[in-house]
């Protein structure tokens, strides 16, 4: 789960790094307190929490589970934590 967020989390920042890496290529002087005065942050946001939308319907799009299977939870059973794991329904 915590890759999951994190994979999320980078794809809302890269907007952001493309703005800052564009910056930095066409050279812009910049004073580092209006460095982002200027920057459309507002749609940098959006087009950061599109990304994360598609990276949600990708993820459950193509996470490898069969859509009929189900998911059984992981369970304690004799002091041993026994891993969920989806099964086949019928």
């Given at each position: 789960?915590?890759?999951?967020?994190?994979f999320e989390?980078?794809l809302f920042?890269?907007p952001?790094?493309?703005?800052?890496?564009?910056?930095y290529?066409?050279?812009?002087q910049?004073?580092?307190?209006?460095?982002?005065?200027?920057a459309?942050?507002?749609?940098?946001?959006?087009?950061?929490?599109?990304?994360?939308?598609a990276?949600?319907?990708?993820f459950?799009?193509f996470?490898?589970?069969?859509?009929?299977s189900?998911y059984v939870?992981?369970v304690?059973?004799?002091?041993k934590?026994?891993?969920?794991?989806?099964?086949?329904?019928?």
């Open positions: 789960m915590i890759r999951i967020a994190f989390f980078l920042l890269a952001f790094g493309i703005y800052a890496a564009y910056l290529l066409v050279k812009e910049r004073q580092a307190e209006g460095f982002w005065r200027d459309p942050v507002f749609r940098l946001f959006l087009a950061g929490m599109g990304l994360i939308a990276g949600m319907v990708g459950a799009t996470s490898g589970n069969d859509k009929d189900e939870p992981a304690i059973r004799d002091g934590i026994v891993p969920g794991y989806f099964e086949e329904t019928e």
